[in-house]
């Protein structure tokens, strides 16, 4: 990813009084982190739109302070989902010499063909990973691919996940992350169970058929 810098000045607004930068089209946030007091940050809020939906909360960005230079990660992204506009925006400064625990994003990716084959239901149980590395090794998600889910029953866990050897996983690595299972109210039958069933079910509908005629 190309790298991101944010143009921000210190905000002397604080508390209820940063509505109305917002209605100004400034966009409040805070600074903190590695050797560093908070400091209460503004920018141009259009600008910043156009950058942060495709920003994660492990995604290393600069943000410049009048004129001054930090490495950070984008922390939290507050928004007005009703009026589809961010309202503030949290930074953490961090130092490229010294390694970070973090949480990283799981994003699934992929079809399963136990969903196509056995109606099976993608059940996720984690949605992000705790890890360990310095900040310019942290991966910005995880890309969890589920087309190796072929049979109702087969799971991905923690272990399963291969991330560079600069990244320590620190989340339990017999945690499940996703599993494909049975949907409710659906049994699950191997294919000979399922070719046997077939006559059964055609003499039952012959039977159906039959009474109707009568009738």
């Known amino acids: 990813m190309e790298k991101v810098v944010f143009q921000t000045t210190k905000r002397t607004v604080t508390g209820k009084q940063v509505r109305a930068l917002r209605r100004q089209g400034i966009l409040p946030a805070v600074l903190y982190g590695h050797n560093v007091e908070p400091i209460p940050l503004q920018m141009d809020a259009h600008n910043a739109s156009l950058v942060l939906p495709r920003l994660t909360t492990s995604s290393l960005v600069t ?50 063909p136990a969903v196509k084959n056995y109606n099976a239901v993608i059940v996720t149980g984690l949605d992000e990973l705790e890890v360990e590395c310095f900040p310019q090794d942290l991966p910005e998600r995880i890309v969890v691919d589920i087309s190796v889910l072929e049979n109702i029953g087969d799971s991905i866990y923690v272990r399963d996940i291969a991330l560079s050897d600069k990244v320590e996983v620190l989340s339990d690595a017999d945690e499940m992350i996703v599993v494909a299972t049975a949907a409710e109210g659906e049994e699950v039958i191997g294919e000979e169970a399922a070719v046997q069933a077939e006559p059964e079910l055609s003499v039952e509908r012959g039977k159906k058929e039959k009474e109707e005629e009568e009738k």
Not at 63 to 77: I, N, P, Q
Not at 98 to 109: F, H, P, Q, S, W
């Open 63 to 112: 943000v410049m302070v009048d004129g001054k230079e930090y490495t950070a990660l984008v922390r939290e992204k507050q928004r007005d989902f009703i009026k589809n506009e961010y309202l503030h925006v949290d930074f953490q400064a961090v130092s490229l010499t010294e390694k970070i625990r973090a949480k990283v994003g799981i994003e699934v990716t992929g079809h399963s």
